[in-house]
């Protein structure tokens, strides 16, 4: 039965600052089908909803496992993105602009 690697965003948290934290989320689920996939993805999301008190966006991104036992090192997740920009300038526009400083433990 193949995997499937399923992709959910979540907003985490408003911080006192007034910035909103999001989590990307990747969990992988055996399953026949994409649909049943994505049904399975949408209960574990609702827990974790309910677990973690965030709120997740509604659409998920899935990919498909190339069918091999998951291994050390097996790649579970990959996506292409297109853009003029070097890797470095997109590197730090996809994960630098955004990246979640936690607050000090007595704000």
Request: with cysteine.
């Amino acid at each position: 039965m193949p995997w499937f690697a399923i992709r959910t965003v979540y907003h985490f948290s408003v911080k006192s600052n007034g910035k909103n934290a999001f989590e990307e989320r990747v969990v992988c689920f055996e399953a026949e089908t994409w649909e049943q996939a994505h049904i399975r993805a949408e209960a574990e999301s609702k827990h974790y909803e309910a677990e973690n008190n965030v709120i997740a966006h509604p659409e998920q991104s899935g990919y498909q496992q190339d069918g091999e036992n998951l291994i050390d090192g097996y790649e579970v997740w990959s996506e292409l993105f297109e853009s003029e920009d070097t890797l470095e300038e997109f590197y730090a526009e996809r994960y630098g602009k955004y990246e979640y400083q936690p607050e000090p433990p007595d704000a």
